[in-house]
């Protein structure tokens, strides 16, 4: 797997997507109680990588997050910060991001942004 090959350009995507409104587009889905949750912006980034590179399993997403600087880049995740459970992708993307469909506009947008880097 390339991860600094040109189908990844985290820069056109930060570019064309805001993901400042992704907090805000799911705070009804977040209790202010209870531990703290794991910042949607870091989940959907994760599952962006993941789907842009077509790594279906969460298990081995986490998997390419601990070995590629590129990813971790792009998710903002230092080295020495840990990486969500494998499950807990799995849950927002059938949970919070189905229900919002904030994921599927961020996959749009980014594949836009990808294509016109590319051309």
Not at 56 to 70: F, N, P
Not at 95 to 117: M, P, Y
């Amino acid at each position: 797997m390339n991860f600094s090959s040109q189908r990844f350009s985290s820069c056109s995507i930060d570019r064309h997507i805001s993901f400042d409104v992704v907090r805000e587009k799911l705070k009804d889905s977040y209790s202010e109680t209870g531990r703290p949750s794991i910042d949607p912006e870091l989940l959907l980034r994760i599952l962006l990588i993941g789907y842009l590179y077509g790594i279906t399993s969460e298990r081995k997403l986490v998997e390419e997050l601990r070995m590629h600087l590129a990813c971790r880049c792009f998710t903002g995740l230092s080295f020495d910060q840990e990486i969500p459970h494998h499950s807990t992708f799995s849950k927002n993307r059938h949970g919070r991001f189905h229900e919002s469909n904030l994921f599927q506009r961020t996959v749009k947008v980014a594949e836009s942004a990808i294509c016109q880097s590319t051309s």
